[in-house]
């Protein structure tokens, strides 16, 4: 998963999260097509209760000398998220939430890598488990986080069975506050029932950023001829 989309409306949120925290995510502007650097809404709690904030989507470790990295940290492998030496902090005390609308996943079964986009069956937003982490060397800090990821059978044919790690709205709370064995916690997570479709190609493309990216594209119109395929933010490592 390297793009995703917040774009929520009314009836995307349940009971469960705080009022405070629907209202902001539901004031929060509309991003159809975020990438790696780029501002997402995220919640978290820093002391004073869940809170959204907007968070950098790359995770930037708090030793880094730059505020950036040479290598991709946008996602994390849960099973690996506790030993790394970029997560191992963010893991044992930075836990966040991502809000989403759906993402987008290249389809590689065919000659040519076609993006699709995955969203809830029901209609409802996700709710992606993550790390965050804060960057202080220099002034202001750099807030930045990263999405857990894993095998998940429930992510549909013909994409690859492996994506984000969601959480029910009724446990972003605990996930954030820290449960006593986080990664079996997440592990015997119910996955949400999810739908796919695939959509343009424009995706790829940072600059475009609009409602027009979620427009299904027929597949008769998928055109399977040679192609570069994704982009180096479009790849997968998930």
């Known amino acids: 998963m390297r793009r995703f989309v917040q774009a929520f409306a009314d009836g995307a949120f349940g009971s469960a999260l705080p009022g405070a925290v629907a209202a902001a995510l539901l004031a929060a502007p509309p991003r159809y ?4 650097r780029k501002p997402a809404a995220v919640i978290l709690d820093h002391g004073a209760g869940l809170q959204v904030e907007d968070l950098a ?41 991502v809000p989403m609308s759906g993402y987008y996943k290249w389809d590689r079964s065919g000659a040519r890598p076609h993006p699709w986009f995955v969203q809830a069956r029901d209609g409802r937003a996700l709710f992606a488990a993550g ?5 202080e ?11 857990l990821t894993h095998p998940n059978p429930a992510v549909p044919a013909p994409l690859v069975a492996d994506g984000p790690v969601f959480l ?11 449960p006593s064995a986080p990664l079996r916690f997440l592990s015997r997570m119910p996955q949400p029932a999810l739908e796919a ?3 343009s190609k424009r995706i ?3 600059d475009v950023d609009d409602y027009t990216l979620l427009e299904p594209l027929d597949p008769a119109d998928i055109d399977d001829g040679a192609d570069p395929g994704p982009g180096p933010d479009d790849d997968e490592d998930d």
């Open 168 to 178: 029910p709205e009724v446990q972003v709370a605990a996930w954030i506050q820290g």
């Open 137 to 147: 060397r220099e002034a202001p800090a750099l807030l930045s986080f990263a999405v």
């Open 204 to 206: 790829r493309s940072r």
């Open 131 to 135: 790390l965050w982490e804060q960057w």
């Open 33 to 36: 097509n975020i990438a790696v």
């Open 57 to 97: 989507w790359g995770l930037v470790p708090h030793w880094s000398k730059l505020p950036e990295t040479p290598y991709t940290t946008v996602t994390v492998r849960l099973a690996r998220a506790a030993t790394s030496r970029i997560f191992r902090r963010p893991w044992e005390t930075r836990r966040c939430v």
């Open 197 to 199: 479709y695939p959509v």
